[in-house]
């Protein structure tokens, strides 16, 4: 008699593999703000912060991010922790924009934001979602939200 299976539990949240977090930076020494575009792997790697490779770029109100994949780290020593990307843009002004993410030319997301005083959701990705989009650095640093 063979044994059964048990069913795996289902997580609501299994098909996300990034998260990124829309923010407003300040940077004083160099003298520049605008928004951050912070994209984490929902997967921790045990060894090496691995370097996560996103592509941007802006044509008026539309954003578009290709993640290309990731890229070794330029440290050799042993840390754990998801591979991160950072994408600024110093010129967005208050308004609507349109976030594109395409992962390795597979599936793309796609998502409205407000920009005014506060970033604010206004449409959020619906079938075949493999990124979560989020305004804080809390809801950022934890996966599974």
């Known amino acids: ?25 300040v ?12 994209f984490r792997t929902s997967e921790e790697f045990q060894n090496f912060v691995y370097e996560l490779v996103v592509e941007s770029r802006r044509e008026n109100d539309r954003l578009f991010f290709n993640i290309i994949g990731l890229r070794t ?21 208050p ?7 395409d992962r390795r030319g597979k599936q793309i997301n796609q998502f409205k934001i407000s920009i005014k005083k506060k970033i604010t959701v206004l449409r959020s990705a619906r079938q075949g979602k493999f990124i979560d989009l989020v305004t804080t650095e809390a809801d950022w640093s934890v996966m599974g939200n």
Do not use: Q
């Not at 004083?28 to 951050?36: L, M, P, Q």
């Open 95 to 101: 308004g609507e924009y349109t976030l594109l993410i």
């Open 27 to 38: 940077n004083a020494v160099a003298k520049r703000s605008g928004i951050v575009f912070l």
């Open 73 to 93: 780290p330029l440290s050799d020593f042993p840390r754990p922790g998801p591979a991160v990307c950072r994408c600024e843009f110093d010129d967005l002004t």
């Open 1 to 25: 008699m063979s044994k059964k299976r048990l069913p795996k539990p289902h997580r609501p949240n299994s098909g996300i593999e990034y998260k990124l977090l829309v923010e407003p930076y």
